[in-house]
């Protein structure tokens, strides 16, 4: 699929072709700042990388089965930002 994206000249930003998951791992981990996907390798991402870490705070829905099952405060740590 090719897109296009248009970016601020001032930001850095890098862009990869998808490598192996081991060489994915290693380079997210590297990153300062990560937004993570809802499932255990952007957790570990952003765990390994300990920098800013946005993740989706609608997880699981609200009254769902895995709500039930699911502590927020032992999946998401206190300085990572929720967004919903």
Request: net charge negative.
């Amino acid at each position: 699929m090719d897109f296009a994206v248009t970016l601020p000249s001032q930001l850095n930003v890098t862009f990869l072709e998808t490598l192996s998951a081991g060489k994915d791992m290693a380079i997210l981990s590297s990153c300062q700042h990560v937004i993570m996907s809802t499932g255990s390798y952007g957790w570990w991402a952003a765990w390994l990388a300990g920098g800013t870490t946005i993740y989706y705070s609608d997880w699981p829905r609200k009254g769902s089965e895995l709500d039930g099952i699911t502590n927020h405060e032992d999946l998401f740590l206190p300085n990572w930002i929720g967004m919903t």
